[in-house]
């Protein structure tokens, strides 16, 4: 059977699928003897099968049977002793001895997904689809997963094996768009997290955009969701203009978005336009398409002289560049711009992780990462509100999109070492003043959810959820 | 001159004597003298007046640090002031000076007491406000900066709260305003929609009416399905759903369908055939396959349409 070779980044894990497996093979020396308790889950056979045809492939000069057999349980044991390491939430650590077969059967269906990662690392592609379709029968819908989102890592990357039947990219329909809107209200109201992102990036740019020399304010937003950072923002920039004798800022931003975002462009700029002229402030938006960036970098933004510029980053656009120049390029153009200030909110948890090459690694981190997203929704705000309807929701129209595209980016070497790239470009991290850490304490009082706190993790500020990051903002300057 | 009078000693507790009203201690006459008690121990008392003589001669002089207590009676020029009463009297000063120099509060609270004592209570001295700043004046500074500091604190956090609260109404009144536009675009959509399937519906009536009702007219296939871009602008010029079948007629079979005035009542058919007709041609699209137009690519041309309208 021909090997799938879809992806052309895939390509590139060739190099890699020699070395990892012989890591895998040195490392199953030490878990030969090892019992797992888990020896009876293994792969059923009908996958079995397909090992043999693909490995013979695949692997010159490996009795490819004795790997097979192994890498069962050696991989399992792995798993196991990267799961401890990894210092995953504790429902996983109590599904590994709960005898509840409904607890083991997420932790399996987790377990199984880390398979299927890992053939993707090494382009068994065949093995990965068997495993997924064998998935489909324990997670056959988003509310029977074993938590953490599990269904829609599946779906992410079932995606990614059947390119030619993605659909192209599609305007959201108005039903689709009302339905967000209402979940990220809701989003809002339970969870501290958007408003959390919103107000430490607000502050930033508030405490590095002040000062008379210059009324004129340029906000360039990588990220912008619904627009819903700037109401706030307009609101602290009209208060004070009221008290400073220049009167209010001038405020023009420019929104870095991609094709299929062209309905809520429409929606944004209308929602804000209105929004600006009840407050009486002179607001201005241009929208950019993530194409044209990608081909002419900051020349495809219109900068005037004399104003304020800042730049509002996020790991999305991160990954997005990756295909492209990377992001060094990326920084040291967003260096000649001259930015007063760049903020850099991380959503995803990439914290200091530096970019590995490993689709399993960057898949595992992801997983990890949105299963404490998802424990946090359902057992601090939702259960406390009663609205675990509301978390299903947030889940489905918020959480998915983002964990398709953080699959889709496990093969591109995710999370670049972006600390370091920044400090590469001359850039230092700007401190928070105490009205940022006030704010963010005493919105956390404010919110009815359990279980979150804010820590201070070198420059950024980090909402954690039981000792987890979550969200972590950072502010630099050139 | 001398008058027995109330006299607090230093150590604050009071000895009862006799109180001649016709003077009390606020009203020196022009050339200093001194008030001293009666006890068998002759102790002065610094009233206000005099304190404030010696304040001035303090101040003359460079300050509490710089004077010294034969300089101060020199520049006083009070009779009867000893150096030994300027001396104890000038450390009290001093200290309490220095207590009061930590926080401008206790020093500004202290002041305030001491007017008030001093207006207020004739048998009050400075002295005993000294003393008081001597023993309490530490601890009182202390606590006041204590409490200045809560305060600050709490005034800081109220503002925090408050504009964190501006913050969040800002955002949520946001979010209310662009979910009010986005259902209004959807309801819009909804009605096109609507609108669009009478329209269908109406046309697909007629055309089996055309069909079954009209023959040796054109055949069917002749008649002209109209365009979407008619559809469109029928839709536009008209709230109403009812008529538009009579504005759309451009096709050979034209004088058959602008003579239908209503659609209950189309020409030359009783209301019962004709609502008959109607629950038939309903039943043809309940199968929903006779509609040209699939679901997608309808929303397609719907959002197409409120692009041109909006």
Redesign the interface.
Known sequence: MRELDFHEDHGSNNNNSGHTNKTTLSSLAQFASADSHLQSQSLGSAAAGDHHQIFGSALPGIDPTLFVHHSEYGDVFLNNHDFSSLDLPHSFHNNLNSPNSAAVGGFDSVQDLIRAADCFDSNQFHLAHAILERLNQKLPSPAAAGGGGAFFFKEALQSLLTVSTRPPAY?S???E??ET??A??AF?GISPIP?FA??TA?QALLDALDGPSSPFIHVVDFDIG???QY??F???LA?RGSVCKFGAPILRVTAVVTEEYA?ETK??R???T??AHELKLRFQIEFVLLRTFEALSFKSIRFVDGEKTAVLLSPAIFRRLSLTGGPTAFVSDLRRVGPSVVVFVDWEGWGDSSGTASFRRNFVNSLEFYSIMFESLEGGGAAAIGGGDWARKIEMLLMRPRILAAVEGCGRGAAPPWKEVFAGAGMWPIGWS??AD??AE??LG?VQARGFYVAKRQAELVLCWHERPLIATSAWRC | MYSALHSLPLDGSSIVGDFQGSLDGTNLPGDACLVLTTDPKPRLRWTAELHERFIDAVTQLGGPDKATPKTIMRTMGVKGLTLYHLKSHLQKYRLGRQSCKESTESSKDAASVAESQDTGSSASTSSRIAAQDLNDGYQVTEALRVQMEVQRRLHEQLEVQRRLQLRIEAQGKYLQSILEKACKALNDQAVATAGLEAAREELSELAIKVSNECQGMAPIDTIRMPSLSELAAALESKSASSNVPARIGDCSTESCLTSIGSPVSPMGMSPQAAAAMKKRSRSVFGNGDSLPLDGTTMRHEVEWMMNNMA
Do not use: D
Request: charged share 20%; proline share 0%.
């Open positions: 305007l329909s108005w039903s768009i009302v809107i209402r990220y209200r809002s408003m919103h107000f607000n619904l627009g819903c109401s706030s307009m609101r602290e208060e309905i929606l944004i209308e929602s804000l209105q929004f105490q009205f006030f704010q005493t919105l404010k």
